[in-house]
T-cell receptor, first 112, second 119 residues
Framework: AQKITQTQPGMFVQEKEAVTLDCTYDTSDPSYGLFWYKQPSSGEMIFLIYQGSYDQQNATEGRYSLNFQKARKSANLVISASQLGDSAMYFCAMTNDYKLSFGAGTTVTVRA | SAVISQKPSRDICQRGTSLTIQCQVDSQVTMMFWYRQQPGQSLTLIATANQGSEATYESGFVIDKFPISRPNLTFSTLTVSNMSPEDSSIYLC????????????????FGPGTRLTVL
């Protein structure tokens, strides 16, 4: 069974600063994918970034980067230069085969 | 990337009634997924819907409560039957799309969701 753990229920960050959202996972499968999604108050799920278990390099997508530490089974999301529009719920998710399992989520509030 | 629409976007229903949620995709996809997000909670997979076969339900979800149809490769419906206040949630459909980056992987795209309130 797969399990995703996000231990930070909520975080505050100052505008223009960086924030790191923690995610650890547990799986016995050698092949898996890790995703981060953003969910604003509107409820839509927005894909941010992906990391494959065999990827040698950490994934980056604009202001988002994923700090992948395979031996520690962690996949932390770093948002650089935070903007007010980054205020949302962030979910870490893992896929094996085709099913997505989600963590509990972290609410990020960006302060001006 | 796939564009997904859902109807209705929100609804308020009385207990004991049923609601059917529609999910439309702008391209043909093999697999469609239905998720439930209860208030303040994370997403939980209800079932996987393949065209031409019965949906595959996750533990804790049954066909009598959440019947699913998948008549073609661009459309699916989820019915929430005999509703109770505990069914108040956001229901989201999603589809997989293949991305050719750093090898390839399958990304799941989500619809805008249906906010259901059961009184």
């Amino acid at each position: 069974a797969q399990k995703i753990t996000q231990t930070q229920p909520g975080m505050f960050v100052q505008e223009k600063e960086a924030v790191t959202l923690d995610c650890t996972y547990d799986t016995s499968d050698p092949s898996y994918g890790l995703f981060w999604y953003k969910q604003p108050s509107s409820g839509e799920m927005i894909f941010l970034i992906y990391q494959g278990s065999y990827d040698q390099q950490n994934a980056t997508e604009g202001r988002y980067s994923l700090n992948f530490q395979k031996a520690r089974k962690s996949a932390n999301l770093v948002i650089s230069a935070s903007q007010l529009g980054d205020s949302a719920m962030y979910f870490c998710a893992m896929t094996n085969d085709y099913k997505l399992s989600f963590g509990a989520g972290t609410t990020v509030t960006v302060r001006a | 990337s796939a564009v997904i629409s859902q109807k209705p976007s929100r609804d308020i229903c009385q207990r004991g009634t049923s609601l059917t949620i529609q999910c439309q995709v702008d391209s043909q996809v093999t697999m469609m997924f239905w998720y439930r997000q209860q208030p303040g909670q994370s997403l939980t997979l209800i079932a996987t819907a393949n065209q031409g076969s019965e949906a595959t339900y996750e533990s804790g979800f049954v066909i009598d409560k959440f019947p699913i149809s998948r008549p073609n490769l661009t459309f699916s419906t989820l019915t929430v039957s005999n509703m109770s206040p505990e069914d108040s949630s956001i229901y989201l459909c999603s589809v997989e799309d293949r991305r050719e980056e750093r090898g390839y992987y399958n990304e799941q795209f989500f619809g805008p969701g249906t906010r259901l309130t059961v009184l």
